[in-house]
T-cell receptor, first 112, second 111 residues
Framework: GAGVSQSPSNKVTEKGKDVELRCDPISGHTALYWYRQRLGQGLEFLIYFQGNSAPDKSGLPSDRFSAERTGESVSTLTIQRTQQEDSAVYLC??????????FGEGSWLTVV | QQQVKQSPQSLIVQKGGISIINCAYENTAFDYFPWYQQFPGKGPALLIAIRPDVSEKKEGRFTISFNKSAKQFSLHIMDSQPGDSATYFCAASISDYKLSFGAGTTVTVRA
C-alpha cells in the first residue's frame, strides 16, 4: 500500500480483555514505531523495531503491553487485561532508517 | 519527563495573520527537529524539519527558526488560512530515531 496501514481503526473492549492492534508499514521500511496518544495530548513513544536488531521497548508502560514484528513487515501491539487508562489512539509509524517517519491513521481504543 | 516543551497549548488567528508556536528542549544531543501537522481523525504528517546546522528553513508559508544556544525552535505560519486549522506538534530526536514530541498546539484560523 501507499502508506502505513493500521487495523482495527476503532476498537471498543471491556475492561480486563486482551486486544491486538495491527500495523502494516510502508513496503521497504526497516524501522517501525508504536506511539500512544491520549485525548488532547502529545505522542508517547512505546516501542521501536529496526531490522533484525533487538527492539527498543523502553517506552512500554507496563508488562501488560507487548509488541512483535515479523521480519521487516507486519507488527502487532498486544495489550493484556486492558484498563480504562489504556483508552487512547495507538499510532504506528515507519521509516527507512535515517529518513522521514510516516504515521498511520491510528487505532482508536476505548476500554469500557 | 517531557523532553520537548511546547507552547501555547492553543491559539486563534485571523485569516491572513501569523501563527507562532514555540518549543524548547534540554537534550543537546538532539540533531533533528521536525514539525508534524495533525487533522482530527488522522495521523500526524511531517510538515517541515530542520537540523541544527542552519538557523532557519522556509517551505512555502511555513518557516522554522532555530536557536541552538537557547535550545529553542519555533514554527511560523505566514498568511494563515482556514485549511491550516489543525494540531501542530514539534519533535526532536537523535538522527531521526525515536522522536520525542511536544504536547501539541491547536491552531484555529478564523475566516
Amino acid at each position: 500500500g501507499a502508506g502505513v496501514s493500521q487495523s482495527p481503526s476503532n476498537k471498543v473492549t471491556e475492561k480486563g480483555k486482551d486486544v491486538e492492534l495491527r500495523c502494516d508499514p510502508i513496503s521497504g521500511h526497516t524501522a517501525l514505531y508504536w506511539y500512544r496518544q491520549r485525548l488532547g495530548q502529545g505522542l508517547e513513544f512505546l516501542i521501536y523495531f529496526q531490522g533484525n536488531s533487538a527492539p527498543d521497548k523502553s517506552g512500554l508502560p507496563s508488562d501488560r503491553f507487548s509488541a512483535e514484528r515479523t521480519g521487516e513487515s507486519v507488527s502487532t501491539l498486544t495489550i493484556q487485561r486492558t484498563q480504562q487508562e489504556d483508552s487512547a489512539v495507538y499510532l504506528c509509524a515507519s521509516s527507512s532508517f535515517g529518513n522521514t517517519i510516516y504515521f498511520g491513521e491510528g487505532s482508536w481504543l476505548t476500554v469500557v | 519527563q517531557q523532553q520537548v516543551k511546547q507552547s501555547p497549548q492553543s491559539l486563534i488567528v485571523q485569516k491572513g495573520g501569523i501563527s507562532i508556536i514555540n518549543c524548547a528542549y534540554e537534550n543537546t544531543a538532539f540533531d533533528y527537529f521536525p514539525w508534524y501537522q495533525q487533522f482530527p481523525g488522522k495521523g500526524p504528517a511531517l510538515l517541515i524539519a530542520i537540523r541544527p546546522d542552519v538557523s532557519e528553513k522556509k517551505e512555502g508559508r511555513f518557516t522554522i527558526s532555530f536557536n541552538k544556544s537557547a535550545k529553542q525552535f519555533s514554527l511560523h505560519i505566514m498568511d494563515s488560512q482556514p485549511g491550516d486549522s489543525a494540531t501542530y506538534f514539534c519533535a526532536a530526536s537523535i538522527s531521526d530515531y525515536k522522536l520525542s514530541f511536544g504536547a501539541g498546539t491547536t491552531v484555529t484560523v478564523r475566516a
